[in-house]
């Protein structure tokens, strides 16, 4: 934390570069900012304050705080809708929290381009709104949409519901505006959907978690609004039935905007068979013609392997799940959390096997009910599962074994640990399970030439370098 003299001092600063109303340093405004949703240790619980949370409107306002805070080298943090699940947010050496929430305007929709600008504070669905007047669709439809903002999607690398069609946040990206260490602004690049000049310096920013600038402004693809939409949900004996399906209908050359194959205690609540165990749903966008040629195509591949086709009602109060049962859900859950694996398909059988049947037993705890089996299908693939956290410091120590094992499980089957959280505090003295020695150090390289005092959101990410 900061002297008093130095506090005073940068506070009078930043009140003076944008203003009383934007600038909070009382500890009762501030107590918002000590954590994100991840499963901090209990002890742990409100222990780091940043010193100041900012609340800029303008990329000049952020490149104003950050000016300051690079004078003293005080490290900063930035902050999106906040339902960050592995602890990126939190302020473990204090500073300063860029809040972007006052910076939620759209700049420009451009319809011939398909493209719109915008800043980065604004949420996923207030965007789509916007886009929706125009008859366009950003498409990046993430568990946390209803509370996401554009920045934490790309900072975060989120994945998407719609992933099979349109891609993820990572494909949306066409050039951002970047406050760099030094206060300085960077344009990745032109507002053009393709190019082959220059590095594609936008793709340093998706996925960084804050450590290397502050993204202030985004240029995103965009998408005309479908003509038809639907969806089709079939209910199976089990998780490994419904993935067969899932596995047909991938290997097809059907087009549809993503799905996902779960595992569930009893279907009947979905207005399935009440002995089922497993489903299957499936969402289909485009023209009328296409999307009624696809639904037939996909009907048929769960009728073949042994699906129980859910009514239109049914489906639709299961699709909705999606979004609002989102990141924070785990307020309501207490001591919980879930796995985000990328497993190769032929190795999922023996990733669950030894997860349920060997890791989590032996640390003390198991799946959530209806949380054991759950497949996103389509391009990109995500393995999860939710599990509980027994209560008390021997639990959390379990916890952290947890994590351990899971990731040197998934990595020795070709996966990675994490395919749409991100890394923050939770994952990230186990990356030398997934990357190489040389790997890490060009990274942190990476992080040294941006951000040479490390005072981007230091602590998280990158491991350590004990070399």
Known sequence: MMSRELRESVRTRLVEAIGESKVLWKEADLVPYTKDTFRIHFRDDYRYFPDFAVLPETTEEVQAVVKIAADHRIPMIPKGGGSNRTGMLVPVHGGIVIDTIKMNKVLEINVPNLYVTTQTGISLKELEERLAEHGLALNQEQGSFRVATVGGSISTAGFSRKHQKYGTI?????????????????????????????????????????????????????????????????????????????????????????????????????????????????????????????????????????????????????????????????????????????????????????????????????????????????????????????????????????????????????????????????HRDNLELEFTPVTLDVMRLIKKVLDPDNIMNPGKKLPDNEG
């Open 170 to 426: 990572s494909d949306r990206v066409m050039s951002l505006e970047v406050v760099l260490a030094d206060g300085s602004i960077l344009r990745t690049g032109p507002k053009v959907l393709y190019t082959s000049t220059g590095y594609r310096l936008h793709q340093l920013f998706i996925g960084a978690e804050g450590t290397l600038g502050m993204i202030t402004e985004a240029t995103l693809r965009v998408e005309p609004l479908p003509e038809a939409k639907d969806l089709l949900l079939a209910f199976y004996d089990d998780f490994w039935a419904a993935n067969e399906a899932a596995q047909r209908v991938m290997a097809s050359c059907v087009t549809f905007t993503g799905g996902e194959a779960y595992g569930v205690d009893d279907a009947s609540e979905w207005g399935g068979p009440k002995e089922k165990k497993g489903l299957f749903y499936v969402g289909l966008e485009g023209t009328e013609g296409e999307v009624a040629a696809e639904k037939a195509f996909i009907k048929n591949i769960m009728e073949q392997t042994g699906g129980v086709l859910a009514k239109q009602e049914d489906a639709q109060r299961f699709f909705g799940k999606y979004t609002f049962q989102w990141c924070g859900a785990r307020t309501r859950t207490g001591f919980e959390d879930a796995l985000t694996t990328y497993i190769p398909m032929e190795r999922m059988t023996e990733f669950y096997d030894k997860l349920w049947n060997d890791i989590m037993p032996r640390h003390g705890t198991g799946p959530l009910p209806g949380e054991k089996y759950s497949l996103d299908v389509g391009r990109y693939r995500i393995s999860a599962g939710r599990f509980y956290i027994k209560e008390g410091e021997k639990g959390y120590e379990e916890y952290r074994g947890v994590l351990r094992e899971v990731a040197a499980l998934a990595t020795s089957l070709g996966g990675s640990i994490s395919s749409c959280h991100g890394v923050g505090i939770e």
